[in-house]
């Protein structure tokens, strides 16, 4: 299976731009780069998704690289409430077609007042 | 609000004991999937369940089971062939499991312990 790769903890201060890197070196063609939040005893929240154009919505950004081998969570403006672990995952396409998923450790972002 | 339930937030059992956590979504989601989190670590697939009446293992499905009798209901049963049961449980839900491009709901958790 495809595999992500994220530094395990980051650091920002509040209401400064945060850039969260992540490695996926193996993606296949018809896997797309999901991002998830989680706060403590929570469960994950969605945060934003791409195939290969870059993406925005009301919470992040997210930058694909032309190869597709890594991507960037941009979050303009941090705030104390983006303090969480970041998970970047790809939603694989397996041979039944569900859409499984790999979490891997995520990056622990502190932000800092 | 349309979400994930999943009861009870906090679950106590003894060594040996089979026990089910409970997921319900009301989100009208073909798909649901059960994952195992445990501390300092990222979710770990257990089960998913692309339509009703059908699921494929995960990951790590054993000492695990579950059903899909109804679209809205995927409980899991933790047995006691579960090695290590104590962890967080999540149940998420995305629009179908075959669209890739559908984001995945989470409820908050189910906190398992077994003594």
């Known amino acids: 299976d495809a595999k992500t790769t994220q530094p395990n903890s980051m650091e920002s201060n509040e209401e400064e731009p945060v850039h969260l890197p992540c490695n996926h070196s193996t993606i296949s063609g018809t896997d797309y780069i999901h991002w998830y939040r989680q706060l403590p005893s929570q469960g994950p929240e969605y945060v934003i998704h791409g195939l290969t154009s870059n993406v925005n919505n009301r919470m992040a950004s997210l930058a694909i690289a032309e190869d597709r081998k890594s991507s960037t969570l941009i979050l303009h403006r941090a705030t104390l409430r983006d303090a969480a672990v970041y998970y970047c995952?790809?939603?694989?396409?397996?041979?039944?077609?569900?859409?499984?998923?790999?979490f891997g450790d995520g990056t622990t972002l502190t932000v800092k007042p | 609000d349309g979400g994930i339930t999943q009861s009870p937030k906090y679950l106590f059992r003894k060594e040996g004991q089979n026990v089910t956590l409970s997921c319900e979504q009301n989100l009208n989601h073909d798909a649901m999937y059960w994952y195992r989190q445990d501390p300092g670590q990222g979710l770990r697939l257990i089960y998913y369940?692309?339509?009703?009446?059908?699921?494929q293992k995960g990951d790590i499905a054993e000492g695990y089971s579950v059903s899909r009798e109804k679209k809205e209901s995927f409980p899991l049963t933790v047995t006691s062939a579960q090695k290590n049961p104590t962890a967080f449980y999540l149940c998420?839900?995305?629009?179908?499991?075959?669209?890739?491009?559908?984001?995945?709901?989470f409820g908050n958790g189910t906190r398992l312990t077994v003594t």
């Open positions: 998420a839900s995305s629009i179908d499991g075959s669209s890739y491009n559908s984001p995945l709901h």
């Open positions: 995952i790809l939603r694989l396409r397996i041979v039944t077609n569900a859409g499984k998923s790999t």
């Open positions: 369940s692309q339509i009703v009446n059908d699921f």
